[in-house]
Every structure is written in structure tokens, then in C-alpha cells.
T-cell receptor, first 112, second 118 residues
């Protein structure tokens, strides 16, 4: 059974710092891995999608890496801003149309 | 733990058919439900947010007359794809969040519905 964990559970940093969020999954046979952002009271916002054949994806200040063999992904946020404060979720999909397996999330607070 | 049931899991139908997808929260009252769509090799995209007893809020680019959302009770939301066409073929997933007044409650996701329009 696929299990996804995220470390740390919560993180508080001063504005401007670079930070790394970690995601681990137990079954390396994944279809893709996605990072989401969740703001309080809002639906998920997709940040980055990494296909199983890819090693990293970048969007603006965000960079996500994927190492399938070790069952790990990291989300790197450069020059953090207070507006980055949210819960960040990673999720793996085992195949198209199959359900997501989400990690528990990392709650990030960026202090001005 | 909290469970969200989504039905059907797969639908194959002819172009022009209207398709209804149900999303039920089984052991909690879902004050808010979210509907997402995912095309092959693309990320999950939020379509709309529905609060029980009020009109759904649609994301930009999502046709509200095409995708009818009803959230008439605290345990059921439905998404109806009206007059579906092949371009509507996608994976639709719902999620539910419970606890009125507790906006930080986590979302619980259904298993999704794979819709194929011929």
C-alpha cells in the first residue's frame, strides 16, 4: 500500500529565507507526483507536476525534484515571502485515473 | 477516518449525454465540497467550490452552465456535465471538508470518476 509522508509537519521561517520541504513515498512505481498548496478555506492549488520520467520541474521561485528510486521528492522555495504561508501537500498517483495518495502536508508560515 | 465516496468510478457514454457524478461524505458533514478535473499528464485543477445551501463558486474558465453543481445537503454534492462532448473526457475528483466555522479542516478526497465521451 502506498504511503506518503511529509517532513516537517510545520515550519516557520523569516521572510527571505530559502527552504526545503520533503516528501517520501513507499512505492516507487508511481505515475506522477504533484505538489499542491492549500490556503485556509480554499481548494487545492496545483504548484508543480513531475512525471515519473522526470527528475525536476521549476516554476518561478519553486523547484521540485523527484528521485523515484529512493522514494523522495523535495520542494524548494527560494526567497520566501509572507504570501507563501500555506499548507503544502505532495501527492502521488499510481496510474492515470487512479486516486491520489496525499501526504499529510507541511504547514508553512513565513514571518514578515 | 473520514471517508468520501464518489460514484460512479467510471463512465463511458455517447456525445450529447448528460452525466451526473455524486460525491458523498460518509461519516461527517461536509460544509464545503470541491470539484477538480485532471486531463492526462496534467495537474489536478480546481473547477469549483460549493458550500451547502448556496451557489457554487466557479474558477475562471469553467462554464457554470456546462458543469452544474448542486450541494443540497451536508453529505452530498453532485456534478452534472451537461451535453458532454469528447473534450469533456477527463478525470473528475471531488473533495469534502467538514466542520462549519473550522476553515482549516483538512480536505478528504474521493477516488475520482473517469469520464470518457465517445
Amino acid at each position: 500500500k502506498q504511503e506518503v509522508t511529509q517532513i516537517p509537519a510545520a515550519l516557520s521561517v523569516p521572510e527571505g529565507e530559502n527552504l526545503v520541504l520533503n516528501c517520501s513515498f513507499t512505492d516507487s512505481a508511481i505515475y506522477n507526483l504533484q505538489w499542491f498548496r492549500q490556503d485556509p478555506g480554499k481548494g487545492l492549488t496545483s504548484l508543480l507536476l513531475i512525471q515519473s520520467s522526470q527528475r525536476e520541474q521549476t516554476s518561478g521561485r519553486l523547484n521540485a525534484s523527484l528521485d523515484k528510486s529512493s522514494g523522495r521528492s523535495t520542494l524548494y522555495i527560494a526567497a520566501s515571502q509572507p504570501g507563501d504561508s500555506a499548507t503544502y501537500l505532495c501527492a502521488v498517483v499510481l496510474g492515470y485515473g487512479q486516486n491520489f495518495v496525499f501526504g499529510p502536508g507541511t504547514r508553512l508560515s513565513v514571518l514578515p | 477516518g473520514a471517508v468520501v465516496s464518489q460514484h460512479p468510478s467510471r463512465v463511458i457514454c455517447k456525445s450529447g449525454t448528460s452525466v451526473k457524478i455524486e460525491c458523498r461524505s460518509l461519516d461527517f458533514q461536509a460544509t464545503t465540497m470541491f470539484w477538480y478535473r485532471q486531463f492526462p499528464k496534467q495537474s489536478l485543477m480546481l473547477m469549483a467550490t460549493s458550500n451547502e445551501g448556496s451557489k457554487a463558486t466557479y474558477e475562471q474558465g469553467v462554464e457554470k452552465d456546462k458543469f452544474l453543481i448542486n450541494h443540497a445537503s451536508l453529505t452530498l454534492s453532485t456534478l452534472t456535465v451537461t451535453s458532454a462532448h469528447p473534450e469533456d473526457s477527463s478525470f473528475y475528483i471531488c473533495s469534502a471538508r467538514g466542520g462549519q466555522g473550522f476553515r482549516n479542516q483538512p480536505q478528504h478526497f474521493g477516488d475520482g470518476t473517469r469520464l470518457s465521451i465517445l
